[in-house]
């Protein structure tokens, strides 16, 4: 009796199925313990938790993996006590943010380009996470630090000789230096971070003996720094004469913070945002309030600081809402434009020395609480200019806040 042939055909098809199914079911049953429920490509490498095969360090792993993959680090052999090293292009991401844990007095140092750190709380390290360029070799591209907690740090992250880098939904607390410190860093993004309680600056960019340029800070809450929120230098502390102007940070957008309660250790010191001897960066759209200087321009010895723009930002409730300082000998500060913003509240709203400097836009200036002239013409423009020194004045002051800041 011949066998149909479309029943041929089923049965066929069944001892397939079969075969595939046992193969597969050997395969599910060696399912890691718990799901990265990660989409990136390249091989998933696991540390910790109790899948077959999964590392017992992060640095086992790492020196496992290939460009490219990715290594996944569960909490429950969390704290990880460990020097971390990143030579290779990874993903390197823990469990639980608040529970996958790196404590060790070691960096967690990157030496590779395309490297991503995600979700860890990282403890007690002289530097939270560093990447160290090569300026006479080559620098680093496109690191992403994002979503961790870095704590009790000397400075929570480092990066030097770095470019196209992102930092961004970070808190970094308590470091005895500064939160993030970029030095002879370019076109890189800090954004949505929480930086608070270190013991001088929140974040500091430095172009000591050569550029950091194009830089953006936004959308992050700076607050309660010793000494300042956010510094912009072109260099440390130079030696001598022959060392000035070796080094320039310069381009740095800073928009759509919040800096608040910062230089309160020593009032001579920063504050919210101090830009010294630095040119051509703009500060807008931020709330700046209860810190010792608002918006700090400081020219030293033989330096100057020069066009820079201050538009459309609340300034409110400071020792001094803008400061223009060129205190040391043979420098100025000249052409910066401040316009359009809210000062409120502070104890002396601003101070000019030492150049000429532009209180409006030739046609709106800023919004100054106690100016009591008319508005003649009733255009919400002031009638007589604001003065703030003898060659600094808002000739078009605003009768009302200018509206809609953030």
């Not at 089923?10 to 199914?21: D, E, S, Y």
């Not at 308590?174 to 410190?181: A, K």
């Not at 430095?206 to 953006?216: I, K, R, V, W």
């Not at 957008?253 to 040119?279: E, L």
Request: glycine fraction near 10%; charge should be neutral; include cysteine.
């Amino acid at each position: 009796m011949q066998t149909n042939p479309i029943m041929r055909k089923g049965l066929a098809v069944g001892i397939i199925l079969l075969f595939v199914g046992i193969g597969i079911i050997p395969t599910s049953a060696q399912n890691r313990e718990k799901s990265s429920q990660q989409q990136l490509r390249g091989h998933w490498l696991y540390v910790g938790g109790s899948g077959p095969g999964n590392y017992t360090t992060i640095q086992g792993a790492i020196n496992a993996a290939s460009d490219g993959d990715n290594v996944f680090v569960y909490d429950d052999s969390s704290p990880y006590y460990e020097h971390v090293v990143i030579n290779k292009s990874i993903t390197l991401i823990g469990e639980n943010r608040d529970t996958t844990i790196i404590d060790s007095s070691k960096n967690i140092s990157v030496t590779a380009d395309f490297v991503t750190i995600s979700r860890f709380t990282i403890l007690n390290r002289e530097e939270g996470i560093s990447l160290l360029g090569s300026y006479n070799g080559s620098p680093r591209y496109y690191i992403t630090i994002s979503n961790n907690i870095i704590k009790n740090s000397g400075v929570g992250i480092f990066l030097k000789y770095a470019i196209a880098c992102n930092i961004f939904n970070n808190t970094i607390t308590t470091c005895s230096y500064y939160g993030i410190f970029l030095k002879l860093a370019s076109n890189c993004n800090i954004f949505n971070n929480i930086i608070t309680t270190c013991s001088y600056y929140g974040i500091l960019i430095l172009g000591d003996y050569g550029f950091s340029t194009g830089n953006n800070i936004y959308g992050n809450r700076i607050i309660n720094n010793a000494r300042s929120g956010i510094v912009i230098s072109p260099e440390s502390f130079p030696s001598s004469v022959s060392d000035m102007w070796t080094g320039f940070s310069e381009y740095t957008t800073i928009s759509y913070n919040d800096i608040s309660n910062n230089g309160y250790a020593n009032p001579n010191w920063g504050g919210g945002i101090w830009i010294d001897s630095s040119f051509y960066n703009n500060i807008f759209k931020n709330n700046i309030t209860h810190n010792t200087k608002g918006v700090f321009l400081d020219a030293a010895f033989l330096t100057s600081v020069d066009d820079n723009t201050i538009y459309q930002n609340n300034i409110m409730n400071n020792t001094y809402g803008v400061m223009i300082s060129a205190d040391g000998r043979f420098s100025h500060a000249r052409r910066n434009k401040i316009y359009q913003n809210n000062f409120i509240g502070n104890t002396y709203q601003a101070r000019s020395q030492g150049g000429y400097n532009i209180w409006d836009n030739g046609s709106v200036g800023n919004y100054w609480e106690h100016y009591f002239e008319w508005d003649f013409n009733h255009d919400g423009i002031g009638g007589r200019p604001y003065r703030i020194s003898l060659f600094n004045k808002d000739h078009h002051p605003l009768m009302r806040p200018y509206p809609d800041i953030l």
